[in-house]
């Protein structure tokens, strides 16, 4: 990898949208399966369904989003791609934890599962259309590792952030409820062992701490809530980045030719 291709500023506009657009597909990823799985404790067969939409989808789209590479600027198809994901992950957000519906959940799913598709490819279509053309391979290559680097985080900081506000919030809710002390002192403790989604487990399973179950599916619901947020304000900060700042190589002969 040749690092001073990163000096190119289109390539290193591309680079920063392929690893904060994919954190946001795969953030997404993470938290439809927390919410399906551990939260509301859903059937497997639901989750897979939801993860069809995800990604299904692209195998539909992606021989068309090929044809449109050759006709429209990968530029746009990116844009696009990123501000469906957006749309479908800000609508995710505003689903109530305790609608358990799967048709409640196919808009804003099949929203970022056609954007991912969309993008997944318009991606890696933009960022070699911004080097010379000798650099094409590598810059292929560079932004496919970036890829991945971005699907890394998205699972490691959406948890990060989900739980964090679901803890937090738990807690509030906790103290400020007029349960018993005995049953506040437990909760507490499981929390500190557990965290909300040990809390959400424990009371569903157990009787004695049962009334402690809407407080900790509530503080999920939240935490994941801006999880989503979190993955379309991503997806969105990606797409207006592309569509600012994003120059084809036509535009970029001279900052690439440093790169020759």
Same mark, same amino acid.
């Given at each position: ?5 990163f000096r ?10 392929a690893?904060?657009?994919?954190f946001?597909?795969?953030?997404t ?5 927390i ?5 509301q ?16 989808i692209?195998?539909v ?17 990116l ?18 934890i ?6 409640s ?13 969309i993008?997944?490819?318009s ?8 080097v ?13 590792? *970036? ?6 985080? &998205?699972? !490691? #900081?959406?948890g990060?952030v989900?739980? @964090?506000? =679901?803890s937090? $919030?738990?807690?509030?809710?906790l ?9 506040k002192?437990?909760?507490?403790e ?6 909300p ?17 809407? *407080?900790?599916?509530?503080a999920?619901?939240h &935490?994941? !809530? #801006? ?5 379309? @304000?991503? =997806?969105?900060? $990606? ?9 084809g190589?036509?535009?970029?002969g ?7």
């Amino acid at each position: 990898l040749r690092l001073d291709l990163f000096r190119n500023r289109s390539f290193a506009v591309a680079s920063v949208v392929a690893v904060v657009g994919m954190f946001g597909f795969l953030g997404t990823a993470y938290a439809v399966s927390i919410r399906l799985g551990p939260v509301q404790d859903q059937k497997p067969m639901r989750t897979a369904m939801a993860f069809l939409l995800l990604n299904g989808i692209a195998l539909v789209v992606l021989p068309l989003t090929e044809r449109l590479l050759r006709t429209v600027a990968p530029r746009l198809l990116l844009v696009s791609g990123l501000a469906l994901m957006a749309a479908g992950d800000y609508w995710a957000a505003t689903l109530p934890i305790g609608d358990r519906a799967f048709v409640s959940l196919i808009v804003p799913l099949g929203l970022v599962g056609l954007g991912f598709a969309i993008t997944v490819s318009s991606i890696t279509a933009t960022a070699v259309n911004t080097v010379p053309t000798h650099l094409a391979g590598m810059a292929s290559a560079t932004t496919n590792l *970036l890829r991945d680097f971005g699907f890394t985080l &998205g699972p !490691a #900081v959406i948890g990060a952030v989900a739980l @964090s506000r =679901a803890s937090s $919030s738990f807690s509030s809710s906790l103290h400020g409820s007029a349960l018993p002390d005995a049953l506040k002192g437990a909760g507490s403790e499981v929390l500190a062992e557990g965290g909300p989604l040990g809390v959400n487990g424990a009371s569903a399973a157990s009787p004695k701490l049962s009334d402690l179950h809407p *407080l900790a599916l509530d503080a999920l619901g939240h &935490g994941y !809530a #801006v999880g989503f947020v979190v993955c379309g @304000s991503a =997806a969105l900060f $990606s797409a207006l980045l592309a569509a600012v700042a994003l120059r084809g190589r036509s535009t970029a002969g001279e900052e690439a030719e440093p790169l020759a």
